[in-house]
């Protein structure tokens, strides 16, 4: 619905601000413990086919976009940030039942992408850049290191969590400006894998298609029917 005017729109974010500070407190302690968790056993089971790849594992093309690309430090916060981003669908739900049902199913998704490292274990190539004008990176590339390349499931659960928040979106009453920036926070995540030389161009095509396949397959319907009566509604 337009607003009447211009002072409107003030009332309006407030009002859309305090209700999703309210969603987000809700069951705060649920949410915060079951990311805690859910993190936790994901990243044991990764660290683990990281470290014991079951064979040698294949090293990753590096194409022309790669190159092109090159490294970009100022890429690395929007690297990090996936973890604050992908933490936004569960922490907006607002039952106990909605947020163990995403769980799962973003849950779903990290077990193929295990399961794909496992059987196929993969790493991304070296880059010729001198590591020691970058101690930024230091950190991160001693802990992810170089292997569970393909699919990247930094851009996969990037793109999955993006489709859900969008799906979300007319429910929280979030507009054309939020679900914009969604869409770009999810942008800069996607580039930052291969700006930080964490992955490259065929990690991240194939960890997109595994989050938008995964995201389509296990959509409840009834996403569908609710977006449609808000839409009618407005």
Known sequence: MALSN????APDALSLALRTLRL???????KAIGTTAFTWSFFVAYFYLLQ???VPPIIMPMTSVDRWIGLQPWALPFYLSLWVYVSLP???METRREVVAYGLRIGALCL???????LWPTEVPNYPVDWAHHPGFDILRGKDASGNACPSLHVATAVFTALWLDWMAPLLGFGKRLRSANVLWCVLIVFSTMATKQHVLVDVICGAALGVAMAWATRPRRWSRRRRTTAEQE
């Open 52 to 54: 014991h790849p079951r």
């Open 6 to 9: 211009a002072g409107d729109a």
């Open 24 to 30: 987000f407190f809700r069951h705060g302690w649920f």
């Open 90 to 92: 569960a922490s907006m």
């Open 112 to 118: 193929v992408g295990l399961a794909v490292f496992y």
